[in-house]
Every structure is written in C-alpha cells, then in structure tokens.
C-alpha cells in the first residue's frame, strides 16, 4: 500500500509539474504577440506626501488582459518574459509609454514624478542609459521626473556590475528607486554603496505595524532612520490602513503608496482621483515636526 500511495503521489507531482510547464509556454507564446495585439496597457498607482497626502508621483504597473486567458498577475507573467529574453521588448514599450503619459502631464501643469520598474536583464542590456536618454529627449521629459525602480533581487546578483549600472543610469539625471526593500535580499551594508535616491519599503514591513495603533514599529523606524542618514528618500509600499499611515508617519517616512490612497487605475483615471484625494483627505493640519 505505501509502496502505491508513494507511486499516486510521484504520478500527482508529475501531473503538476506538466501542467506548470503547459502553462508557462503557453504564456510564453501568447506574450510574444501581445504588444502587437494590444492586449498591455499601464497603470498608474499614487505616491503620495506625508502626512499631507498631496500626490507628488505614481507608479506604472503593467496589465496584461489576454483575449481567453483573461487578466494575468504581473508576479506571474513578468518572471517568463525574463527568461523568454521577451522583457527588453515589453521594458521598452513599457518605458515609453510611461514616459509619453509623464510628458502629457507635465504639460498640463502636474507637477509629478513617474516611476517604472526594471528588470535586471534591462539594466544589463547595452546602453540601457542611452536608451532612456533617448526616450526622453524625444518626448521632452526632464530626466528628474522619471523615477526608475530596481528590485532587492537585482542587488543579489554581481554587485560591481550593478553599481557602474545604476552609477551610468543616474549619470543621465533620472533617479533610482530601490524597490521591495527589507523583502529579504539586499543587506544594510550593501544599500550604502548603492547609488540611489528612494528607498522603497516593502510592504511587508509596513503591515507589520497594524497592531501597534500610531507607534512607530521597530523595523520600519529602523529603515526610515537609516534611509535618511544615507541622504535617500524613503517611501513605504502598500498601507493599506490608517494604522499603517500612522506608524509609518510616526517613524518620519515622507512618501507613502498603497490601497489606502489608491489602487493602480488607468492614466485617465488619476487625474480625477488625485483631485479628489487633496479635497477629500480632509485631516487636520498636524503640528509641524522637529527634524530627526
Ligand atoms: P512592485 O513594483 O513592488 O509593485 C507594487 C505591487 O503592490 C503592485 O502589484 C501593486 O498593485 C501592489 N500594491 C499596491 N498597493 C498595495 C497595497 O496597499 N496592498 C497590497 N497588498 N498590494 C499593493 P502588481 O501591479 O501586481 O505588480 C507586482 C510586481 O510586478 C511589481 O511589484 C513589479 O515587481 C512587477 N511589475 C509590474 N509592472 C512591471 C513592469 O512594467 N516591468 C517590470 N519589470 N516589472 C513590473
Ligand atoms: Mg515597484
Ligand atoms: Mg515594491
Ligand atoms: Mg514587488
């Protein structure tokens, strides 16, 4: 008996296992055409000032909607462009089109920034730098307002390489953004010798607060503090609660995004929304901070 309940089990893994795969390449096919067949489009999620909640940036977040497939998860289709070699293509389009939504506001009076994620493959491809150079000249975008987010993950691999990466990138006036910081890669040490400008806090830092009503939590006090002596901008990710605004305003944190201010919506969408958050976020004017 245990001999074939061992044998089920191999059979039910293998099945899995098939099935992943089957997934995986149909994805991998389907990814391949969906530029062409607009079937991307770009969200936009807001950043936000604290404890103002003025709106002062947003993130791009890709969407892919598939004809039969339906919506599929970034966290999943993102991971097979990479190894596709398909996520240079899709960062491009990414780029630009993040970038024309930026000029479009900028000449429209916004005053915001825009941040757009990077994979590591395209911060490796050649002249990277040169290619954002180049997408911004031609859509007339200072290079300040463009915000480029490099994953802990990235931190991982060669850090040399890395740092003359970044170093080339910042040389063009865009800032740097560490993303999903304190997820559990990338070490305190290593982040002084990164050259960044935001050091975002990753969201399962900031949950960590929920409990402690206004109080600062130990280890999003700790990041804020340690981002702010390094002369970076910090930014928490995903509060999703008043409690969480709270803690992490109490530890001195500047920026914040997350459900609480707003989900990614399309570039159409912010607009009114951001609107409505200035108006609507009617708390009190807070008493004003002695510097840390
Ligand atoms: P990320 O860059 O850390 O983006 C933040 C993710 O957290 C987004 O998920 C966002 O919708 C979600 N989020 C925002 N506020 C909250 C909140 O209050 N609570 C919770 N639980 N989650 C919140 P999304 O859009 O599914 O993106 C997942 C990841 O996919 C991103 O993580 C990023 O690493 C990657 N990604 C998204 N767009 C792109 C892209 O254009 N290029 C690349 N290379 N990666 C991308
Ligand atoms: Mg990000
Ligand atoms: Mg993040
Ligand atoms: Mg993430």
Request: proline residues 6%.
């Amino acid at each position: 008996y245990a001999k074939q309940r061992g044998k089920n089990r191999v059979e039910r893994y293998q099945q899995r296992y098939d099935e992943l795969l089957r997934r995986r390449g149909t994805l991998e096919a389907e990814l391949r055409h969906a530029i062409d067949r607009e079937q991307l489009r770009l969200v936009f999620q807001p950043v936000v000032a604290l404890p103002s909640m003025r709106p002062v940036g947003a993130e791009a977040l890709l969407r892919w909607t598939h004809p039969t497939l339906g919506a599929v998860r970034p966290d999943e289709f993102i991971p097979v462009a990479e190894e596709s070699g398909l996520i240079n293509r899709i960062g491009s389009w990414v780029l630009e089109q993040a970038t024309i939504q930026l000029a479009e506001w900028l000449s429209r009076g916004h005053d915001v920034w825009v941040s757009v994620n990077l994979s590591p493959k395209e911060l490796h491809a050649a002249d990277y730098a040169g290619q954002v150079a180049d997408v911004l000249e031609r859509h007339g975008v200072p290079p300040q307002r463009l915000v480029l987010e490099v994953t802990e993950h990235a931190v991982a691999t060669d850090m040399e390489e890395l740092i003359s990466r970044l170093a080339e990138l910042r040389a063009t006036g865009v800032r740097i953004a560490l993303d999903d910081f304190g997820a559990g890669y990338s070490s305190l040490g290593q982040l002084r010798t990164l050259p960044v400008d935001i050091l975002k806090i990753d969201h399962a830092l900031v949950a960590e607060p929920e409990s402690r009503t206004g109080m600062a939590a130990p280890l999003v006090d700790v990041v804020v503090r340690m981002g702010h002596r390094l002369g970076l901008e910090v930014l928490a990710e995903g509060i999703g609660t008043p409690a969480q605004r709270a803690a992490v305003e109490e530890a001195g944190c500047r920026l914040g995004q997350g459900s609480l201010f707003g989900w990614g919506v399309p570039a159409e969408h912010l607009e009114a929304q951001l609107r409505t958050l200035r108006q609507g976020g009617s708390r009190p004017v807070p008493a004003p901070r002695s510097a840390p």
